[in-house]
């Protein structure tokens, strides 16, 4: 089993930059993706930012440009650098792990941006 805890969010203004943690602990065998994803209130969970072991990244179209995803394997973490907030990014983010086969998700951290 694999726990994950978040820290990071919280209220920003618009234009503003938060930086998500997650950290990875438990009985972990090889993570090969991590990641982040959010949902707002009546909305579906979606996609942000995943990055695989090898380093190579992927992005929601509405972040390009404005986040940047990390990674440190020998630490089991991951970090999302979120910069030119916008009211619209306003969601609860969960962190997202794939071990051995097998997804994670972390109990969610909830970033708001007022405008």
């Known amino acids: 089993q694999v726990q994950l805890v978040e820290s990071g969010g919280g209220l920003v203004q618009a234009g503003g930059s938060l930086r998500l943690s997650c950290a990875a602990s438990?009985?972990?065998?090889?993570?090969?993706?991590m990641g982040w994803y959010r949902q707002a209130p009546g909305k579906q969970r979606e996609l942000v930012a995943i990055?695989?072991?090898?380093?190579?990244?992927n992005y929601a179209d509405s972040v390009k440009g404005r986040f940047t995803i990390s990674r440190d394997n020998a630490k089991k973490m991951v970090a999302l650098q979120m910069n030119s907030l916008k009211p619209e990014d306003t969601s609860v983010y969960y962190c997202?792990?794939?071990?051995?086969?097998?997804?994670?998700w972390g109990q969610g951290t909830q970033v708001t941006v007022s405008s």
């Open positions: 997202y792990v794939v071990d051995f086969g097998r997804s994670y």
């Open positions: 438990g009985s972990i065998f090889s993570i090969n993706v």
């Open positions: 990055i695989n072991r090898d380093g190579s990244t």
